[in-house]
């Protein structure tokens, strides 16, 4: 069974975590069962980018992301060559490290 490192993150996961996920849940449903409440305003649906995270290790085990996803990543905080966002990447049989970024483009939540 696949693991996902979450590196610590101030507010969502300080102390980071290793979390066991199944092939084919997506990166977001893994924080979310795994009490990292993690930013998703659009309910998991591709359309804005508050779930981006940034894949450390394993970014290439991952299915090529969609033409909507890139076009939602492009108005993503920190943007970077291994950003997805987390409700779109699917696990599969590798290992991942995962980094969620300090900032989204949802103001209310910064604040």
Same mark, same amino acid.
């Given at each position: 069974? =696949?693991?996902? /490192?979450?590196? =610590? $993150?101030?507010? &969502?996961?300080?102390?980071?975590? /290793? +979390?066991? #996920? *199944?092939? %084919?849940?997506?990166?977001?449903? /893994?924080? &979310?069962?795994? %009490?990292?409440? &993690?930013?998703?305003?659009?309910?998991?649906?591709?359309?804005?980018?508050?779930? $981006?995270?940034?894949?450390?290790? %394993?970014?290439?085990?991952?299915?090529?992301?969609?033409?909507? !996803?890139?076009?939602?990543?492009?108005?993503?905080? %920190?943007?970077? =060559?291994?950003?997805?966002?987390?409700? *779109?990447?699917? +696990?599969?049989? !590798?290992? &991942? +490290? +995962?980094?969620? =970024?300090?900032?989204?483009?949802?103001? #209310?939540?910064?604040?």
């Amino acid at each position: 069974m =696949p693991k996902i /490192v979450f590196l =610590p $993150h101030s507010d &969502l996961c300080p102390d980071g975590a /290793v +979390v066991e #996920a *199944q092939e %084919g849940e997506s990166i977001l449903n /893994v924080a &979310l069962r795994s %009490g990292i409440e &993690l930013e998703h305003a659009c309910e998991k649906s591709c359309a804005c980018t508050t779930c $981006h995270c940034i894949v450390r290790e %394993g970014f290439d085990s991952l299915e090529e992301s969609s033409e909507l !996803e890139d076009d939602m990543l492009d108005k993503a905080w %920190g943007l970077e =060559p291994e950003s997805r966002l987390s409700c *779109q990447a699917l +696990v599969t049989d !590798e290992d &991942l +490290v +995962v980094e969620i =970024p300090r900032y989204t483009i949802n103001h #209310a939540r910064e604040h």
